[in-house]
Every structure is written in structure tokens, then in C-alpha cells.
């Protein structure tokens, strides 16, 4: 199975921190948490839950903290969530059987996913498939019958 590097932006998540680790327990075999300025304890949390943690100077620009993170990962493959994304048990496993069988041509997946508002009502992303890099253009991916 090839290995899987899991990366958050962070500041100031140590209350959803924990949770969401636990939901993406057994995918990733690395964390890259990347900590933008916290000052609520979250770099020591993740150090204590088996995260590298990296200090970045925020500079109003989420590329620029993501190529930091994606810059000290190491697996084949990234996954990105924010500290307060959760992976469901069923969802867990699917991503687990995909990692399982990974093309070995650059592939990149765009996963459908749900939040909650603040009143607690689940709300679904609007659906995109996969995307497939062809060349210098970005092409949808079919998925294989």
C-alpha cells in the first residue's frame, strides 16, 4: 500500500485537533501539521498525538502554508483536511481500499464531503469526480468498469 502523508493547516485548533487524528487513524503513516501562530497549546497536542510539527508565519495566504506542509511530507500520496474534518468509519474504509489500489500515474481525487452548520444540520459539498492530469490540461477522469 503506498504511504500516505496526512497534512493540516492549524492555529488555534486544539479543541477539534484530537478528533480529527482519531478519525484518519490507520491511513496516513505521517502527520505534517503546519502551525500558522497558535497560542491555545495545539503544536504541543499534535507533537503528544505523533505529529512533525512546522512553525510558518502566517502571510495572509493559504498556498504559501500548504507548499510549507506539502514540503515535508514524504508518503506517495497527500491527504489534506482541516482540524475540524472528521472521517466517518465507512468513509475511513473506502479511502483505505482506494489508497489500497492507487494507480502508479499522478492522479489526483477530488472527494465529496459533508459539514455541519452551526445548527447542526449536515450539509453536502456539491459533487466533483475525480481529475486526472493530462498533460498541461486538467481532464475528468472516468472511472474504470
Known amino acids: 500500500m503506498p504511504s500516505i502523508s496526512l497534512c493540516l493547516i492549524v492555529r488555534n485548533?486544539?479543541?477539534?485537533?484530537?478528533?480529527?487524528?482519531?478519525?484518519?487513524?490507520?491511513?496516513?503513516?505521517?502527520?505534517?501539521?503546519v502551525d500558522t501562530g497558535s497560542t491555545d497549546g495545539t503544536p504541543d497536542l499534535a507533537r503528544e498525538l505523533g505529529a512533525r510539527v512546522y512553525d510558518f508565519a502566517w502571510v495572509d495566504d493559504f498556498a504559501a502554508a500548504r507548499n510549507a506542509g506539502q514540503e515535508k511530507a514524504r508518503g506517495a500520496w497527500t491527504l489534506w483536511l482541516d482540524a475540524d474534518d472528521r472521517l466517518d468509519g465507512e468513509n475511513r474504509s473506502r479511502l483505505s481500499r482506494l489508497i489500497a489500489r492507487l494507480p502508479s500515474e499522478p492522479v489526483g481525487f477530488i472527494l465529496n464531503y459533508r459539514s455541519r452548520s452551526a445548527a447542526g444540520r449536515a450539509r453536502r459539498a456539491p459533487p466533483r469526480g475525480p481529475v486526472r492530469r493530462a498533460g498541461d490540461r486538467s481532464a475528468p477522469c472516468r472511472p474504470r468498469t
Open 13 to 33: 485548533e486544539a479543541r477539534f485537533l484530537a478528533a480529527c487524528l482519531a478519525s484518519a487513524a490507520g491511513v496516513a503513516s505521517q502527520i505534517v501539521v
